[in-house]
């Protein structure tokens, strides 16, 4: 069973230096034979409704095989050009894919962990390095550890 997403919510941080936070989302779905929880937040830099925006979601796929296989081969892929980047890479030995649009300024940064959670940081109007900067906001070693409980 996927972790409830009222234990969940508490991942999602309530303050951020600069940045203002929405209200959490969460919600459980059950679809084809399986359940994933899902929890959100978006957070505005400076003040509510600014375009700059960081949204965080992570989402518990229990450990699906289906999920965990969709995920795994990030780190094999990459690309470059003018316009941007995709890459996929290991972040801190998670498998990862980033992109970045260098003309809209706006990224995503997806990252497996666990084969289980699935973290995903977009960001719109923001420098590239936003991304990981805000996945060191996350406590992922106190997440891995929720899927033992």
């Keep these: 069973e996927p972790i409830p997403f009222e234990k969940l919510v508490p991942f999602l941080p309530d303050k951020v230096g600069g940045f203002v936070a929405?209200?959490?989302d969460g919600s459980t779905t059950s679809?084809?034979?399986f359940r994933v929880t899902t929890v959100s937040r978006t957070y505005h830099q400076g003040e509510k409704g600014s375009d700059k925006t960081v949204s965080v979601r992570i989402t518990d796929g229990t450990g699906n095989q289906f999920f965990a296989a969709a995920h795994a081969v990030a780190p094999e892929f990459g690309h470059q050009s003018t316009d941007g980047y995709a890459k996929g890479f290991k972040l801190d030995g998670y498998p990862a894919l980033e992109k970045y649009d260098n003309h809209?300024?706006?990224g995503s940064l997806t990252v497996f962990?666990?084969?289980?959670?699935?973290i995903e940081i977009e960001t719109s109007g923001l420098d590239s390095k936003t991304l990981q900067e805000w996945w060191k906001k996350l406590d992922i070693e106190k997440l891995?550890?929720?899927k033992a409980s």
């Design 22 to 24: 929405d209200r959490a």
């Design 113 to 118: 962990v666990s084969n289980r959670f699935l």
């Design 104 to 106: 809209e300024q706006d």
């Design 144 to 146: 891995e550890a929720m």
């Design 31 to 33: 679809a084809m034979g």
